[in-house]
């Protein structure tokens, strides 16, 4: 069975949740699947600018996870859903800890701010981690007005964190030394 790729049904500007209620496209649930989303093609794009195959497992675990987030904000919280939707669980969130902590062991203590920079993957790599944050802020925006799972922004929490590390393991990796901040005094 093959489906078109446009349906007309938003071109007033509506779209449909997991369970059928129309909202504007501009309604803050759509906002913070839509910047999941953003940080899902980010990591992609990091992903093919990596070479590092123990990253790139990770990445690819947390493409499928950004997924399961996007598909939970997708949802109308006021209606039962008949489909089955994956759980992020803390397992997701211990997972992201334990290769924070590994690429640690790799890594100079930091001893000032750094500056995003210094080769294309570690760049992209703190553009993702700004989209997460992002991706965080729209949700927790979004738990002062809907219910959102607490999960799900203390995974986000912890993937920015993950992604700034990355981008300083990176730099170890490609011997590219971390850019520091020398604020004017």
Do not use: N, Q, W
């Given at each position: 069975?093959?489906?078109?790729?446009y349906t007309k049904t938003g071109d007033k500007?509506?779209?449909?949740?997991?369970?059928?209620?129309?909202?504007?496209?501009?309604?803050?649930?759509?906002?913070?699947?839509g910047t999941v989303d953003e940080l899902n093609s980010h990591i992609g794009l990091c992903k093919d600018l990596l070479k590092h195959e123990t990253t790139l497992h990770a990445l690819q675990e947390i493409q499928d996870r950004l997924?399961?987030?996007?598909?939970?904000?997708?949802?109308d919280p006021g209606k039962k859903i008949k489909m089955a939707i994956?759980?992020?669980?803390?397992?997701?969130?211990?997972f992201l800890e334990k290769e924070i902590d590994q690429m640690e062991l790799e890594l100079e203590p930091m001893k000032s701010f750094i500056l995003p920079g210094g080769d294309i993957a570690i760049s992209h790599?703190?553009?993702?981690?700004c989209v997460c944050r992002r991706a965080e802020r729209c949700c927790v925006r979004l738990s002062d007005i809907e219910p959102v799972d607490n999960i799900l922004i203390k995974y986000l929490n912890r993937l920015s964190d993950y992604l700034f590390v990355l981008a300083r393991y990176t730099g170890h990796l490609l011997k590219v030394e971390d850019i520091p901040w020398k604020p004017r005094i």
């Open positions: 069975m093959s489906f078109k790729i500007g509506t779209t449909s949740l997991i369970g059928g209620t129309k909202v504007s496209k501009a309604d803050l649930r759509i906002e913070s699947y997924f399961t987030i996007g598909a939970e904000l997708a949802c994956p759980d992020l669980h803390e397992s997701d969130c211990a790599l703190h553009i993702a981690r």
